[in-house]
């Protein structure tokens, strides 16, 4: 009995150190030791001259585009509204001397869009692409409840989803004939954790981060390095949290950070408190899943019904407006 009870005693420490090896090593090396200690490990600027950034006028796609321009890159700049990206584009040659290219595209469309920025880029050396163009709910919500669902869908498949794969296909090409590139795909802490009431916007985050891991190993020996980036919580204007703090940090902070996990990992939240926040979520979801599942959605429906408040109670007010301009109109009138 007591030689059992010896063998099982050896085989958990074995087990447990393996699993330590395997697992809790690497997530140090990633999240700290390499970031802060070596820091981004890929000169970009040997990549090619040009780096395309989605999403590019506004949070996290901006400080991008900034943190590769301050690094000597040429930037191309992509979004939808065409004077936010002039403004952004003089905003980056002023400060850091590099030559920018803006293209306005709405990426809620279709395959158009597709050979027009196929048209304008393909004579440029493209090192590095950043697929951070990205949209959500306007508030957490039950599939069956979105507003104008089948629209909304569509054209989250379309920015989310489409986006990321078509903008791939487009530069990988260049990438592979040069044997030099890097792709930053920016997914969600939410494709990876619990996250009832954001169903299709955690999915389609999900695909990114599957897309990214299996992009990477495809052509790894084209010397493509291809990362997913998960972040939590932002001050952006997507995230609608307006202070930034520790956990939610600002998009430059959040980038300078992410940025310096290059050439270590090709999966990370990018930042080391949202690291943590991914580390405790899916210790209790393994310990304890169905309370996890609970508690997320119990927050999402109190994060909902807030919305729902606020929303009712802009429409009062924007009613009992428009009744006081008619009741002022007409007392003008019979004056």
Known sequence: ????????????????????????????????????????????????????????????????????????????????TLSKLEDVAKEIETEFKVRTMVIDADFTGGAEIYEKIRSRIENLEIGVLVNNVGMSYANPEYLLDLPDSEKLIQNLLNCNVLSVTRMCQLVLPGMVSRHAGLIVNISSLSAVIPAPLLTVYAASKAYMDKLSEDLGTEYAKHNISVQSVLPGPVATNMSKIRKSTWMACSPKVFVDSAISTLGHARHTTGYFPHALLELAINTFSFLLPRLVERLTLNTMQNIRARAMKKSSSNTRNATGAQEASKLTSAAAGSS
């Open 1 to 80: 009995m007591a030689t059992v009870s010896g063998v099982l005693g050896s085989t958990s420490a074995v087990l447990v150190s393996l699993f330590i090896l395997r697992k809790v090593v690497p997530w140090i090396y990633q999240n700290l030791i390499g970031p802060k200690v070596f820091g981004c490990r890929i000169n970009v600027k040997k990549l090619g001259e040009w780096a395309l950034i989605t999403g590019a006028t506004d949070g996290i796609g901006k400080a991008y585009a900034k943190a590769l321009a301050k690094r000597g890159l040429n930037v191309i700049l992509v979004s939808r």
